[in-house]
């Protein structure tokens, strides 16, 4: 899929604004803090339905009291147009092709891949980080997993807020929580499971694509909960009952919930050795490269369409070696919007659009 | 822009209803200072006959404006059936549907720690009370089906199966996440005769 056509009112700090973005690469270029991101972030938000940097409500323009985006996507040898807006209350509308989906988010299978400067942090940083790239990057593709993952944290919450409160009924009215939390805990875990298997393969070899022969890299997902070596909903149930059930008096005492699909981990290793410890900054950017690549082409596998691919200010950040990569891999086959403050040059010999943002719009140059 | 005391108070009343902002607020109040003084008064006088007159029905605890309720009372009603729903609107809905001769019972709600609202909090001892004369057969749990919904008929139907009635919860035809005085006849229909037994 590509976009064809953006159009953006009222978003971030552009009032508005009408773009039609090269086919293949779209190079933004302009000095700091003049809407380079906020650009990418608006074809994020028509594609995902939310932003990537704080509340979606921080997209209007400040002085404006509702921001909308309008895309035409081509996808499936058809143009689709989404518009999706948001209000100052905070309320949603998306629309494609003009019917209401009746969904505040994920308004279909648009495939955008994001890869940020802080991404780097997905390897070091909190486990919350990488369960955030299964639950947003790779969840998109799996069709109930939002619904789920929802369910599942809103009985988390009613549970934790139980155990918080404590008192005599305490446990008694647990009870009638746990089976909601068991059933769409196990079911976040398979789904989980089944995308981890998927992307496994190709992390693997988008990695010694970058690395070169030599280094193994190893992925495990490590569960709070014991699973007995199944990735089937209904085992998983059994597992997380019976495990619940054992730990439900330390529960009662932490007041909190302490194993489920929200205290997992995932974690990488390199011929065998955690790259949380042992990874180079150099290793730790070839397995977030890798990472990424995966995405891409996971998407690409399930659904027969190339994502987007929005990078920012992340390919300067690279060396020659992986910036070319990179390139080969996008070239002539994925449409790619690139943001920096340098580089220019590089770009203007290849096949594409320059776009220089100054702070009031943004021109082709 | 600031307004004289009276009319602030107006459009801070009003704002207060659900699904009305400021902006919306102002124009009522305008519109119900600038018409004929009988349209404010008749609003008035609407709202608080309808306060004073509409309670609980002692039996279902749905709104009624008599003793029992219009359904409670209805000699055609089978007593013995009983559809169990969070809230008003949810009766009128079903009612909508005509195919359902059973009567009600209203919580008032659904279980939502978060909200803080237990077992306590909800119409269910009087719904315990009128299981104890044996003459109810079935219970239908029509709680929405969402997480909070589903907790509540769980809990209900714990709480009922030992007295010995048959527990049933609707079909999921709804969509997920649909609210029962959204979902339209037919779904509901099917929703109600499709239902199951609670094990
Ligand atoms: N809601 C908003 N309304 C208007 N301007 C905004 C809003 N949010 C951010 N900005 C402005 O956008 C600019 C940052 O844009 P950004 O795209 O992040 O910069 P960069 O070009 O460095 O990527 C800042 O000048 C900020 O003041
Ligand atoms: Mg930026
Ligand atoms: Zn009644």
């Known amino acids: 899929m590509y976009l064809k056509e953006v159009r953006i009112n009222d978003f971030r700090n ?37 932003t990537f940097r704080g509340h979606d409500r921080d997209i209007i323009k400040w ?26 209350e905070g309320k949603k509308k998306i629309l494609i092709n003009g019917a209401d989906n009746g969904r505040q988010d994920m308004p279909g299978c648009f495939g955008i891949v994001l890869f940020k400067p802080d991404d780097l942090q997905i390897i070091k940083g909190s486990p919350g980080l990488r369960r955030d790239f299964i639950d947003n990057d790779l969840g998109v593709i799996e069709p109930m997993y939002r619904n789920t993952l929802n369910k599942y944290r809103r009985v988390l919450a009613h549970r934790n807020n139980l155990l918080r409160v404590g008192g005599d ?70 597992d997380f009952t019976a495990e619940g059930k054992a730990r439900e008096r330390e529960e009662l005492y932490k007041k909190q919930t302490i194993i489920g699909p929200h205290r997992d981990d995932l974690v990488f290793y390199l011929n065998g050795k955690d790259v949380r410890q042992f990874g180079s900054q150099g290793q730790i950017r070839s397995v977030v490269l890798a ?40 070239s002539g086959q994925i449409q790619t919007f690139i943001t920096s403050s340098t580089g220019k040059e590089k770009f203007s010999g290849l096949q594409g659009k320059i776009y220089l943002v100054d702070g009031f719009g943004m021109k082709e140059v | 822009m600031r307004y004289a005391g009276a009319v602030s108070r107006l459009i801070g009343e009003l704002a207060r ?56 009372a209805d000699e055609a009603r089978e007593k013995a059936v009983i559809c169990v729903v ?74 009922i199966k030992p007295i010995g009635v048959t527990v049933t919860r609707l079909a999921h035809g709804l969509p997920v996440g649909a609210h029962l005085e959204y979902a339209d006849e037919i779904t509901l229909g099917k929703a109600i005769e499709g239902r199951r037994e609670i094990d």
């Open chain 1, 14 to 50: 552009y009032n508005n604004l009408r773009v039609q973005p090269h086919r293949e690469l779209n190079f933004i270029t302009g000095p700091n803090a003049r809407g380079k991101t906020n650009f990418l972030e608006s074809i994020f938000f028509a594609g995902l339905g939310r």
């Open chain 1, 63 to 88: 002085d404006a009291n509702r921001a909308s985006v309008q895309a035409f996507f081509y996808l499936a040898d058809c143009t689709v147009e989404v518009k999706a807006e948001i209000a100052s």
């Open chain 1, 169 to 238: 009924m305490c446990g008694e009215n647990i009870e009638i929580w746990n089976e909601q939390l068991y059933l769409y805990g196990a079911q976040v875990l398979s789904l989980r499971i089944r995308l981890l298997k998927k992307i496994y393969p190709l992390v693997k070899k988008a990695y010694s694509e970058i690395s070169g022969a030599g280094e193994e890299l190893g992925m495990r997902y490590l569960s709070t909960v014991k699973l007995s070596n199944s990735a089937d909903a209904e085992q998983i149930t059994k």
């Open chain 1, 291 to 330: 990472l990424k690549t995966a995405q891409m082409r996971l998407f690409y596998q399930d659904t027969g369409e190339e994502p987007i691919l929005l990078l920012d200010d992340v390919l300067m950040e690279l060396d020659e070696a992986r910036q070319h990569y990179l390139m080969d891999m996008i």
């Open chain 2, 17 to 72: 209803l659900p699904g009305i902002g400021s902006k919306t607020a102002q124009r009522l109040a305008f519109f119900l200072l600038s018409a004929p003084p009988e349209v404010a008064e008749n609003l008035a006088f609407a709202i608080r006959e309808a306060r004073l007159q509409v309670r609980r029905c002692p039996v279902c605890g749905n709104l009624t404006d008599r003793e029992p309720c219009a359904v409670c």
């Open chain 2, 86 to 159: 969070q809230d008003p609107r949810d009766v009128a809905a079903i009612e909508k549907y005509r195919g359902f001769k059973g009567v009600y019972h209203v919580l008032h709600g659904a279980l939502s720690p978060l909200a803080g609202l237990g077992p306590e909090e909800l119409n269910i001892k009087s719904l315990i009370a009128r299981l104890e004369n044996g003459l109810v057969k079935e219970v239908i749990l029509a709680t929405n089906p969402d997480v909070e919904g589903d907790a509540t008929a769980l809990y209900l139907a714990r709480l």
